[in-house]
């Protein structure tokens, strides 16, 4: 029992480059959520989704998009990265919308 | 306007000592609010969760909620050098933004030995 896992662990980008974020968990968690790190700002919702075939935005959305490719997979797309990307990204699962979110390990991403 | 704050850190504790860290919240409707703890350079883990008016207690982590005061709380007894980390605060709001956790910016712990 992985939990909650995520590639890569590390990337480097160009300005203007694309990349997707994959995240996966083997919890059977119905809800699944992407969540970007910067120093000082706490953790940040970018998109969520509650359940298979949905997904909402969250506080910082702009600039990415995401795919609930099904239960297990929820995937985060940078279409043209920006050094303002810059960060670390995690992903969560939860049983239900109200449940307890249990984290991946993170991918630190650096956009030049 | 950020809608959960944290008590400004770091927070230096000699160990034994009980470790006091707070959080604010300013959304009336949040309903359950999460204590998470993150060591340098690791994810996020939970320790506690609260849902309801007072105190819970889990070992040697307390939770104490004041929904009247919008005031969460997190009491460390008898803290190790071992609890050293970042501590954050987290609310879900519940209602249409259910799923929708909102952090605190963090409080830096260190207990010396």
């Known amino acids: 029992n992985a939990g909650v896992t995520q590639t890569p662990k590390f990337q480097v980008l160009k300005t203007g480059q694309s990349m997707t974020l994959q995240c996966a968990q083997d919890m059977n968690h119905n809800s699944m959520y992407w969540y970007r790190q910067d120093p000082g700002m706490g953790l940040r919702l970018i998109y969520y989704?509650?359940?298979?075939?949905?997904?909402d935005k969250g506080e910082v959305p702009n600039g990415y998009n995401v795919s609930r490719l099904n239960k297990r997979e929820f995937s985060l797309r940078l279409e043209s990265a920006a050094p303002s990307q810059t960060s670390v990204y995690f992903c969560a699962s939860s049983e239900s919308p109200w449940g307890t979110q249990y984290f991946g390990p993170g991918t630190r991403l650096l956009v030049l | 306007q950020k809608e959960v704050e944290q008590n400004s850190g770091p927070l230096s504790v000699p160990e034994g000592a009980i470790a006091s860290l707070n959080c604010t919240y300013s959304?009336?409707?949040?309903?359950?609010f999460f204590w998470y703890r993150q060591y340098s350079g690791k994810s996020p883990e939970l320790i506690m969760f609260?849902?309801?008016?007072g105190d819970k207690e889990d070992g040697r982590f307390t939770a104490q909620l004041n929904k009247a005061s919008q005031y969460v709380s997190l009491l460390i007894r008898d803290s190790q050098p071992s609890d050293s980390a970042t501590y954050l605060c987290?609310?879900?709001?519940?209602?249409?933004?259910?799923?929708?956790?909102?952090f605190g910016q963090g409080t830096i712990l260190t207990v010396h030995p």
């Open positions: 989704s509650a359940s298979e075939g949905t997904t």
């Open positions: 987290a609310s879900n709001a519940g209602g249409t933004s259910y799923g929708k956790l909102t």
């Open positions: 609260i849902y309801s008016n």
């Open positions: 959304d009336r409707g949040s309903q359950s």
